[in-house]
Each structure stands twice: as structure tokens, then as C-alpha cells.
């Protein structure tokens, strides 16, 4: 690793969004000549399982702005089959909360944007395309949105490829530190934008407590090692090499957990509880 966290990973995307100065600017740059966001609230990222499914819903992070809108962020370096589905029915579980009991509600939604940052192409076969998807309910015919209740977004972050000379937004001035970060002295663009002279100081190393570089650490490997096993299925060239992978991938994070708990002072039970692993096998250890 570098000198600044890695944005990518779980644990990184969500040290630097989760601070609200940071959130903001990226949000009211993704919207640069639309609106302008002056405060937002997290909310409670997860949300109470469906009777008929049973499955909770967790957002990476959930927030709602002065003006009421919701906003869902989140990161996805794993491709999925359906994706764009899953990103459609957390949205819309968000405007089904918005239900009110009674015959006094007359039907008006507060809008919800989901803003999705993936680390893959949403479509293998498109050739080109500019990095971000704006997606919105729209009239074919006309072209004009026809309801403006629900929004997606999704940066595509292997489809940009600029220079930090060849940015000229400050959409891709955000984009352009975050794909770049694991590799910078320093943070780009703070001559021309305060806030990220706030990003560069949250996102050093060098500012982390202990606890905070130890969460770092095991984000980091979690990160090489989802990586690393899409390496081995490539180079099995089968489904069961991909399987295989996963499951190596899982069992020695596992181990390393509880290493790094039995180290910490954790007891028995504890290190059970959090990785899933018996007696014998943290014995081991």
C-alpha cells in the first residue's frame, strides 16, 4: 500500500464518505448545474428483512439531504449476474418505506437517487461510453423525464481513463483521486478545490490510530484476495477453479481474523462467535 488508504475497499470507501463534508462536495459535484446539497443526515444502513423473504437490506451508506431527498452510495467490486436488479429493488424498497398508514397520505414521494460506484463494466460488449450512467424515468419518445422520483447513477470506474491533465470537471477531479489514490504522493486538485486538502488529510496513513490501521490492514487483504482468486478461476479457465478460490479465500481470512483476535486478547468464545471457526481449529492457531 501507499501513503493514502485505498478508497476501493470496504472499510477505505466508507472512512471517506462517511465523513459528511466529503460526501457532500462528491454529491454536489455529480450534480454540478442541477442542485446544490447544503446538509445532509446518515441513516440506519440497514434496513428490516421483508415478511415474504426473509432478507434485510444493507445499503454501504444511506443519507437523506436538507430538502428530503434520499440518497443511497454505494461500492461494488464484485460482479454480479443481476446487479442492476439488485441496485433496483434496494432502491425501490426505499420508496416503499416512504408509505404512509391511512387515507391522508396523498401519494407524494420524496425522490431517491442511488449512486453506485463499480469496479467492472455494467455491459462487457458496450465498446465506449463516458464512465458515468445517468438513469432516469423518461418519455422514449421525447426524451424528457417523466417522473423525477427516481434516479440512478453508476461510475463505472474502469471506464475512466484521463490524465490528472486531462480532468476538467470536478466530478473528475473526485474520480480521478479515488481510482488513483493507492498510487499518489498526494492528494491532486487541492489548489483548485479546498476540500481535498480535507480528503488528503483523512485518507493518510500516516493520521490513522493503531485500531483504524489494524481495520485497514485486513480490508486491504480482503480486497487482494477477492483479486487474486478471479486470478486462479482465469487461470483454471473453469467454474470450479473460481469455487475453489473462493473458498480458500474465505477459509484463510477466517484464520487470519482469529489470529489477529487471539492476539488482541479476545476469549475463546468471542473469536467463535466472530468467525465461525470451532475450538480445535482456533487452537490451532
Partial sequence: MGVFIHPLTDWGFKRIFGDKELLMDFLNSLLEGERVITDLSYLNTERPAEESD??????????????????????????????????LLYMAKSVVDQAKKGNGWDFELTAVYGVYFVNFLLDKNEDS????????????????????????????????????????????????????????????????KA???????????????????WRLEEDWKNYNDFFNTLDFAKEEGRAEGLE????????EEKSQIAKNLKAMGLSLEAIKQATGLSTEEIEKL
Fill in 54 to 87: 426473509g432478507r434485510k437490506t444493507v445499503y454501504d451508506l444511506y443519507c437523506k439531504t436538507d430538502t428530503g431527498e434520499y440518497i443511497i452510495v454505494e461500492m461494488q467490486n464484485k460482479r454480479q449476474s443481476f446487479f442492476k436488479d439488485r441496485a
Fill in 129 to 192: 461510453g463516458y464512465f458515468c450512467k445517468d438513469i432516469a424515468m423518461i418519455d422514449k419518445r421525447t426524451g424528457k423525464v417523466f417522473n423525477n422520483k427516481f434516479r440512478q447513477i453508476y461510475i463505472e470506474l474502469p471506464r475512466f481513463m484521463k490524465s490528472e491533465a486531462d480532468c476538467d470537471s470536478f466530478l473528475e477531479y473526485w474520480i480521478y483521486n479515488l481510482v488513483n489514490m493507492n498510487k499518489l504522493k498526494e492528494i491532486s486538485f487541492k489548489d483548485r
Fill in 244 to 251: 475453489k478460490g473462493l473458498e480458500k479465500g474465505r477459509s
Fill in 195 to 213: 476540500i481535498f486538502g480535507r480528503l488528503e488529510k483523512l485518507a493518510s496513513q500516516a493520521n490513522l490510530t493503531e485500531e483504524e490501521r
